[in-house]
């Protein structure tokens, strides 16, 4: 699977972005996508997951501005952020894998978190 962030950007507090993380190589017929966040100096954390039966997961700290979707037919998944906050500086990464290995959404973001192969990311400064 080869994922790949764009959408990343400046902006001030209380605005917004769309970030998108387009996939290819992916032939799950069951899986869980999500975002994660690594802001300078801290750990990376899981913000936000969707499956492949459209259920969602959002980290308590974006729930209420966060909003993530996606197009099966371009094989594209989006995280529009709205009323941004300075603590959401940081470098926002996708990941994608099969239902069938992780079991969960939930189990997906915390053992995604301890593996490697990571994307280039996308950057996002909130001032």
């Known amino acids: 699977v080869q994922l790949v962030e764009s959408g990343g950007g400046s902006v001030q507090a209380g605005g917004s972005l769309l970030l998108s993380c387009a996939a290819s190589?992916?032939?799950?017929?069951?899986?869980?996508m999500g975002w994660f966040r690594q802001a300078p100096g801290n750990e990376r954390e899981g913000v936000s997951t969707?499956?492949?039966?459209?259920?969602?997961t959002y980290a308590d700290s974006v729930k209420g501005r966060f909003t993530i979707s996606q197009d099966n037919a371009q094989n594209t998944m989006f995280l529009q952020m709205d009323r941004l906050e300075p603590e959401g500086t940081a470098m926002y990464y996708c990941?994608?894998?099969?239902?069938?290995?992780?079991?969960?959404?939930?189990?997906?973001?915390?053992?995604?978190?301890?593996?490697?192969?990571w994307g280039q990311g996308t950057q996002v400064t909130v001032s």
């Open positions: 190589g992916y032939t799950y017929s069951r899986y869980c």
């Open positions: 990941a994608a894998g099969p239902l069938l290995t992780y079991g969960s959404s939930t189990t997906f973001l915390a053992r995604r978190l301890t593996e490697g192969n």
């Open positions: 969707i499956d492949s039966d459209g259920g969602t």
